[in-house]
Nanobody, 121 residues
Framework: QVQLVESGGGLVQPGGSLRLSCAASGIIFSIYHMGWYRQVPGKERELVASITSAGTTNYADSVQGRFTISREKGKNTVHLQMNSLKDEDTAIYYC???????????????WGQGTQVTVSS
């Protein structure tokens, strides 16, 4: 099994910054990609940013230029630096990882428990 533990959420004023972190642990042979999604009540979960094992990143249009996803080399840890935060960034943020548990595994998706980000004055 694989566990994803998120940290770094909280309350911040508009224009402020937060940094989310997600650490994957457990039986891990390799990780294809890791990413962050967010969800607000009544809406579908949406992709915020993702990063592949090769370092290729992908961002939602709404966060392009404000958020940066990075991965610690040699560690199964990903960070999301969020700058210039807006009210509409308020959501529960979930970490996701596509993990190959063993060399025989084709891979499975795992999710963290979510961390609340609230942007408000």
């Amino acid at each position: 099994q694989v566990q994803l533990v998120e940290s770094g959420g909280g309350l911040v004023q508009p224009g402020g910054s937060l940094r989310l972190s997600c650490a994957a642990s457990g039986i891990i042979f390799s990780i294809y990609h890791m990413g962050w999604y967010r969800q607000v009540p009544g809406k579908e979960r949406e992709l915020v940013a993702s990063i592949t094992s090769a370092g290729t990143t992908n961002y939602a249009d709404s966060v392009q230029g404000r958020f940066t996803i990075s991965r610690e080399k040699g560690k199964n840890t990903v960070h999301l630096q969020m700058n210039s935060l807006k009210d509409e960034d308020t959501a529960i943020y979930y970490c996701e990882a596509a993990v190959r548990e063993t060399y025989r595994s084709s891979g499975n998706d795992y999710w963290g428990q979510g961390t609340q980000v609230t942007v408000s004055s």
